[in-house]
C-alpha cells in the first residue's frame, strides 16, 4: 500500500505507472510524469519499472543522494552503467550545480537515455552521455543485451543478442575528467571485477564517495563480500543501502 500511495503522491500521471507495474508483459513505452518536473521514457514488457522502483520509491540509493545535495559547488558525478539515465538525472536534479559523466554502452540503453535528456532539457544540459563501457582495460569487445532485462545487460552476460563496443579502462576514463570525483556509481554488471583488478590505487584516491552494486564475479575468482574488503582497503567506509547496493565513502 505504501507503493501505490507513493506512486499518486509522486507521479501525475499515475495511472499510466500502476499500468506499468501491474501489466509487466505488455510491451509499450511509457511516458512517467513526476510532480518535481522530472519526466522519464520507459519500457514496458521489461524489469524496468523494478530500476525506477529502486530509484524513486524503495530508497536504494539514498545515502548517495543525500550525500550529493549536501556539496557545494559544482561536484562530478560519475555514472557508470547509465541504462537509461534515471540515476543520471535524477543526480542533475539533486544537486543544481552538478556536473554528470555518464557511461552508457549498449544502443537500445543509449537510445532512451538520449530520449530522457530530451524530456528534461532543464537538467540534461548538465550530462555529458557516452556510448562507451568502462572496466579494467581499454579494448573492443562484446556487450549482450538482455530484452526482458535491460538493465542487467553487460560484457559479461549470457545473453545471445550482443554488439561489438568501445571499453575504456576505469583509469582513462578517470584521467580524462576535469577534476576530482564527487560520487560515482558504479553498475556494471560484473565489469567491477576486473576494474579493481587493474586500476591502481592511486585512481580509486580521486573519488570521494561512490554508490556501488556488487553482482557475481564473472570469472569465479572473488566473493562479494572480498571485493567490499578490498574497497574498505583502499580507504572507503562502508554503508548498505536499502537496495541491493552500497554506499562507500571516505572519513
Keep these: ?6 506512486i499518486t503522491r509522486k507521479i ?27 519526466n522519464l521514457i520507459c519500457r514496458g514488457g ?4 523494478d530500476v525506477i522502483h529502486e530509484l524513486f520509491f524503495a530508497g536504494g540509493y539514498d545515502r548517495a543522494f543525500s550525500y550529493l545535495r549536501n556539496l557545494k559547488g559544482n561536484p562530478i558525478v560519475l555514472d557508470l552503467g547509465g541504462n537509461i539515465g534515471l540515476f543520471s538525472l535524477r543526480a542533475a536534479s539533486t544537486h543544481k550545480g552538478a556536473r554528470i559523466f555518464a557511461y552508457e554502452p549498449g544502443p537500445p540503453n543509449y537510445r532512451m537515455f538520449e530520449i530522457n535528456c530530451l524530456l528534461n532539457a532543464d ?8 556510448k562507451e563501457a568502462v572496466a579494467g582495460e581499454t579494448r573492443l569487445t562484446h ?12 560484457l559479461f552476460c549470457a545473453e545471445k543478442d550482443s554488439v561489438q563496443v ?10 580524462s575528467l576535469p577534476d576530482a570525483v564527487a560520487l560515482a556509481k558504479i553498475d556494471i554488471e560484473g565489469a567491477e571485477f576486473e576494474m579493481l583488478e587493474k586500476t591502481p590505487p592511486h585512481i580509486w584516491g580521486k573519488i570521494s564517495a561512490m554508490s556501488l552494486e556488487v553482482h557475481d564475479d564473472p570469472n569465479g575468482r572473488m566473493k562479494p563480500n572480498e571485493f567490499l574488503q578490498r574497497m574498505a582497503g583502499l580507504g572507503f567506509q562502508i554503508e548498505e543501502e536499502t537496495v541491493c547496493s552500497y554506499f562507500l565513502h571516505r572519513s
Excluded: C, Y
Excluded at 143 to 154: I, L, T
Excluded at 166 to 175: K, L
Design 1 to 6: 500500500m505504501k507503493t501505490a500511495w507513493d
Design 12 to 38: 501525475r500521471n499515475w495511472p499510466d505507472a500502476f499500468d506499468l507495474r501491474i501489466r509487466r508483459g505488455r510491451k509499450a513505452l511509457k511516458l512517467l510524469s513526476f510532480r518535481d518536473g522530472l
Design 46 to 49: 521489461t524489469r524496468e519499472w
Design 123 to 130: 537538467i540534461s544540459s548538465r550530462i555529458q552521455l557516452r
Design 143 to 154: 556487450w549482450h543485451f538482455d530484452a526482458q532485462n535491460p538493465g542487467g545487460s553487460g
Design 166 to 175: 568501445q571499453v575504456r579502462s576505469f583509469a582513462e576514463v578517470m584521467d
